[in-house]
Structure formats: structure tokens, C-alpha cells
């Protein structure tokens, strides 16, 4: 095992120096949107009663640009709609909207995003999920970074409110990943799609450049939307940026550990676990993050390992993410191998990924 601490050491260096790059590009956007522009705030909600009220009154708050907020009812079995509908009453921005029924070859949210997309007026459309809870200046300031730097797509992760252990476990490695393991982190230095990113939580799009890629619609069938949309500007010649979403808005993805898992479950598929990448990943997060364990004390596998502490904890400060779950790295690294292998072998087996009541079948075309 020895001869591995060269490239375990390698391999803990390479997202180290990658993270320092991006921990020092990724900014969160300034100012305000130009006159005449107009951000609807699009929300698909689904059994959301928990969260939609509040939701509507952070984006409601919003200033520095004149805002509309649609919000697109799939098919809630709880108060979603009464909720909305009350608010509604009282302010003339919210409009409740409710989808039709699901058409074949479609996911929910991105059936409920493209309808949204069709009802806004706006100029920028803002999508957000109804546990995300959008700071003041959020919408004005991601639609003037769009404005000024003649963007398609502006998107950021959230800033991950982690209350459980099994919160812990997952929610952390999305930035993680974002920042140490993608070149550029998302930013618009290249339109190579493969080197796009985006969290489905935060997006704002420019209406025009939207509509020509053919939006939603274009991506009925994937439930990963935000970074297939991405992808899909990208490869229609159009620039995305990932910014620093930590001080846009925040959000708690999952109440506990199985929550978060089904959550990410679901998503794993149009990730790492495919056939070919999923075995590539293994190598590259356990060869940095696990293996190292098994060889200390020995001084490569201690520096390997202290890289990798280094860079989660300089992200969590990024990310403004809890400090206690730092300790917790090499476990939540292990948790999201297990989720992205079940997901592999789960469409290995034809088994269809669900989510919220809904079922989507493992052979589903993106």
C-alpha cells in the first residue's frame, strides 16, 4: 500500500491548488439591476406548506428592482395553494398559478419551471426553490451581474443551513465540489459546457437568451435542471456564471439524514454515477480523503489529509457553512460515495428514481 502515498498525495494537492484558485475568483455579485428591468421570482411548490410562506416574504422584501413572484402549484396535497392565495390577496406581485397534469417525458419541477416561464413578464427569471429564503438585495444584484457582464445564466449556491448530523453527512459537498474539484469554478471564463455548473436552488436566466436555448423545455426530462440548463446555454454559444451564492440567500435543503439522502439519491444519476465516471470519482475522493487514513502515521498520507481538512475548512468559511461539520469530512466524502453507487446500481437494476410522490423511470431520456 505504501506505493500508493505518492499519488494519494497527489491527488489531495491537485483540489487543494484548484480550490485556492477559486476561493479567490468566486465573488458574490454587487449593485443594482439598470432601470427598466424586471425580475420574476418563479417558485414551483410541491406539499411546500412548511416553507412557501415564508419563502414569499423574503422575495417580497426584495429591492434595488421591480419584481414580480409567480408561484406554480404542482399538484400540492397540503395548504401550498391557500397559503399563496392568501397572500396573493394582499399584494398585487404574487400570482398563483396551477400546473396541469404532468405530460409524459417531463419531471415536475422542470414541467413547473417551464409553465412559470411562460406566465412571467420579466425581463430576468429567477428560479428558486420554495426552502430558499432570498436575501434584499439578492434578485437586483445577480440580474445587474447579468446586465453587466452580458450573461445568460447567473446561479450560486445558497447558504446551507445545517441543523442534524445527517444534514452534516451530504449537504456539504456540494460547494465542496463546486470549489475544489471544478476548474474555474463555474465561471464564465469558457462557455465549454462541461465545465459548466449551476444549483437548481438559485438561478436567474436572462428572458431572451432563455427562450432561444429553448429553456425548460429543452431539458424536460431530467431532474438535475439547473446544471442542464447550464449546459444547454453553454452549448448554444451563451455564457454562464456560478458567484458566491452564501450571501444571496440561504436555504435548508433537508430536515435529516434520510431526507438528504433520497435527495441526493435522485439526482445522482445525472452526476457521478455513471458506469465510466463513477470509478474515476471513487479514486480521486477516497484516494484523497479515505485512503490516506490507512497509511498514517506515514508523512505523506498526514499531508494528504491536512490538504484535505485545509480546503474543506476554507470552504465552509466560503460557504459560511457550519464549522462543526468540518471534523465530519472524511465521513460526509464516504456518505456520498455510498449515495452515488446505490444510485449507479439502483439503474443498473431498473429501478425508477422518486421524489415528492412522483416516479421516474431509470432509462428517462435527459
Not at 171 to 194: D, E, K, M, N, Q
Not at 197 to 208: I, M, N, S, W, Y
Not at 272 to 282: D, K, Q, S, V
Not at 334 to 356: D, E, P
Request: glycine fraction near 10%.
Amino acid at each position: 500500500m505504501t506505493g500508493w502515498l505518492p499519488l494519494m498525495l497527489e491527488l489531495a494537492m491537485i483540489p487543494a491548488i484548484i480550490g485556492a484558485i477559486n476561493l479567490l475568483l468566486l465573488r458574490a455579485p454587487r449593485g443594482y439591476a439598470p432601470p427598466g428591468t424586471l425580475v420574476s421570482i418563479l417558485i414551483p411548490a410541491r406539499d411546500e406548506a412548511a416553507n412557501i410562506a415564508t419563502c414569499l416574504a423574503a422575495a417580497l422584501a426584495s429591492r434595488g428592482t421591480a419584481i414580480e413572484v409567480l408561484v406554480m402549484d404542482d399538484g400540492s396535497t397540503d395548504a401550498t395553494a391557500a397559503i399563496v392565495a392568501a397572500i396573493a390577496a394582499t399584494d398585487p406581485r404574487v400570482r398563483l398559478l396551477a400546473a396541469p397534469p404532468l405530460p409524459p417525458g417531463w419531471t415536475g419541477k422542470v414541467h413547473a419551471c417551464a409553465r412559470l416561464a411562460r406566465a412571467a413578464r420579466g425581463t430576468h427569471l429567477l428560479f428558486i426553490d420554495a426552502d430558499v429564503r432570498l436575501a434584499p438585495d439578492a434578485a437586483a444584484a445577480m440580474a445587474g451581474h447579468a446586465v453587466r457582464r452580458g450573461l445568460a445564466m447567473v446561479t450560486g449556491v445558497p447558504r446551507q443551513e445545517i441543523r442534524s448530523l445527517g444534514e452534516a453527512l451530504t449537504v456539504p459537498l456540494i460547494s465542496f465540489l463546486l470549489v475544489g474539484y471544478l476548474p474555474g469554478g463555474g465561471r464564465a471564463f469558457t462557455r465549454h459546457p462541461a465545465l459548466a455548473a449551476a444549483c437548481g436552488q438559485l438561478v436567474l436566466v436572462d428572458r431572451t437568451a432563455y427562450v432561444a436555448a429553448g429553456g425548460h423545455t429543452a431539458v424536460r426530462g431530467v431532474l438535475h435542471d439547473g446544471l442542464a440548463l447550464a449546459r444547454l446555454m453553454r452549448t448554444e454559444g451563451q455564457w454562464t456564471e456560478v458567484v458566491r451564492g452564501a450571501s444571496l440567500a440561504t436555504c435548508r435543503m433537508y430536515p435529516g439524514f434520510r431526507e438528504a439522502w433520497l435527495g441526493f439519491l435522485k439526482n445522482a444519476r445525472e452526476g457521478m454515477a455513471t458506469p465510466i465516471g463513477l470509478p474515476i470519482w471513487t479514486t480521486v475522493l477516497a484516494g484523497a480523503h479515505l485512503w490516506p487514513w490507512f497509511l498514517l502515521p506515514a508523512p505523506q498520507a498526514m499531508a494528504a489529509l491536512a490538504l484535505g481538512f485545509a480546503l474543506r475548512a476554507a470552504v465552509t468559511l466560503w460557504a459560511r457553512e457550519p464549522w462543526w461539520t468540518v471534523p465530519l469530512h472524511p465521513l460526509t466524502v464516504a456518505v456520498a460515495l455510498a449515495i452515488q453507487w446505490t444510485a449507479l446500481v439502483r439503474g443498473a437494476l431498473g429501478l425508477s428514481a422518486g421524489w415528492k410522490g412522483r416516479a421516474y423511470p431509470a432509462d428517462r431520456t435527459a
